[in-house]
């Protein structure tokens, strides 16, 4: 079993920063993509980022691009999103996905193509 968790969301003024760390419990050897997704009320679940763990690639949606980073620190079993010059446009709840299939009938940024999802946390861009 794969337990994820969030953290480190919160309220940043335009163009501002804020780094937010999942934590993965459980089998984390057998995972083979990790993404992040946001969420806000009325609109479906969008993927900002995702990275292919063997490999290490790394995909961003086309608003995040320039201003995202997603990484993972292995050691410490922690997938981070690193998001600079923060826009109110990204205000949502994100939450962080894992999945251990090499390959499913989704893409990287559809919520289906992952089966573990954290709990979620909350980013406000607001001045």
């Known amino acids: 079993q794969v337990q994820l968790v969030e953290s480190g969301g919160g309220s940043v003024q335009p163009g501002g920063s804020l780094r937010l760390s999942c934590v993965v419990y459980g089998y984390t050897h057998s995972l083979e993509v990790m993404g992040w997704f946001r969420q806000t009320p009325g609109k479906e679940r969008e993927g900002v980022a995702a990275i292919v763990t063997g490999g290490g690639s790394v995909y961003y949606a086309d608003a995040v691009k320039g201003r995202f980073t997603i990484s993972r620190d292995n050691a410490k079993n922690t997938l981070y999103l690193q998001m600079d010059s923060l826009e109110p446009e990204d205000t949502a709840m994100y939450y962080c996905?894992?999945?251990?299939?090499?390959?499913?009938?989704?893409?990287?940024?559809?919520?289906?193509?992952?089966?573990?999802w954290g709990q979620g946390t909350q980013v406000t861009v607001s001045s």
């Open positions: 996905a894992a999945d251990w299939r090499p390959r499913s009938g989704y893409s990287l940024f559809q919520s289906p193509r992952y089966v573990y």
